[in-house]
């Protein structure tokens, strides 16, 4: 089964700074990668997700990069602001296909106005 | 409008006790999970249905029994509750798609067991 883990696990960024969070995983037939925003109190919610055909993807001030030989992908955000800071986790599937989502352990991103 | 909705949204209780979560998504798709966040906000998957038949039981305790009366309800009863079950227990649903679809989460149901 799969295996994803996140790094890092806390991250701290000046306001208007970029911020990378990034993951890798175990299943070379994996093809769908989801990064999910979760605040505090809340439930988490899809920002951006990349299927394995592509090797970037973009959506305003975030974007994910896969690399599928090293087995990696990667969440950026760029100019950051206040209302960025959440736990940030990614996540892919268990087997390829429709399986459930494997969870990395999250990264707890602050923003410093 | 709520897209995946679940409850109770908090539910405290003794040790011991039995207590039930129901979940229902209106947005017609056809595999639902249940999943588990920890205080340390690791989300684990529990179970996952496909059209109202159980495909994954991860190693959860049998006190832990989901029912699918049909694929837009997804509940959960959980039996002789311990101090270990607390958590936030999040059901998720997703349309199934040959490249990998998206989770869609309910609010979660914050559960304490005191």
């Known amino acids: 089964g799969e295996n994803v883990e996140q790094h890092p696990s806390t991250l701290s960024v000046q306001e208007g700074d970029s911020a990378v969070i990034k993951c890798t995983y175990s299943?070379?037939?994996?093809?769908?990668f989801p990064w999910y925003k979760q605040e505090l109190g809340k439930r988490p919610q899809l920002i951006i997700d990349i299927r394995s055909n592509v090797g970037e993807k973009k959506d305003q001030r975030i974007a994910v990069t896969l690399n599928k030989t090293a087995k990696h992908f990667s969440l950026h955000i760029t100019e950051t602001q206040p209302e960025d800071s959440a736990v940030y986790f990614c996540?892919?599937?268990?087997?390829?296909?429709?399986?459930?989502?494997?969870f990395g352990k999250g990264t707890r991103l602050s923003v410093i106005a | 409008d709520t897209a995946v909705s679940q409850t109770p949204k908090y539910l405290v209780t003794q040790m011991g006790n039995d207590k039930s979560i129901k979940c229902e998504q209106n947005?017609?798709?056809?595999?639902m999970y249940w999943y588990k966040q920890d205080s340390k906000k690791f989300l684990k998957i529990m179970f996952s249905?496909?059209?109202?038949?159980?495909?994954i039981n991860e190693t959860v305790p049998n006190r832990f029994s989901p029912k699918s009366p049909d694929k837009a309800h997804l509940n959960l009863h959980i039996n002789s509750l311990e101090l270990g079950d607390s958590a936030v227990y999040f059901c998720?649903?997703?349309?199934?798609?040959?490249?990998?679809?998206?989770?869609?989460f309910g609010n979660g149901t914050r559960l304490t067991v005191t």
């Open positions: 996540a892919a599937p268990r087997n390829s296909g429709n399986t459930p989502l494997v």
């Open positions: 947005l017609g798709h056809d595999t």
């Open positions: 249905y496909n059209n109202k038949e159980l495909i």
């Open positions: 998720a649903s997703r349309q199934a798609r040959g490249m990998g679809s998206p989770l869609h």
């Open positions: 299943d070379s037939a994996s093809n769908y």
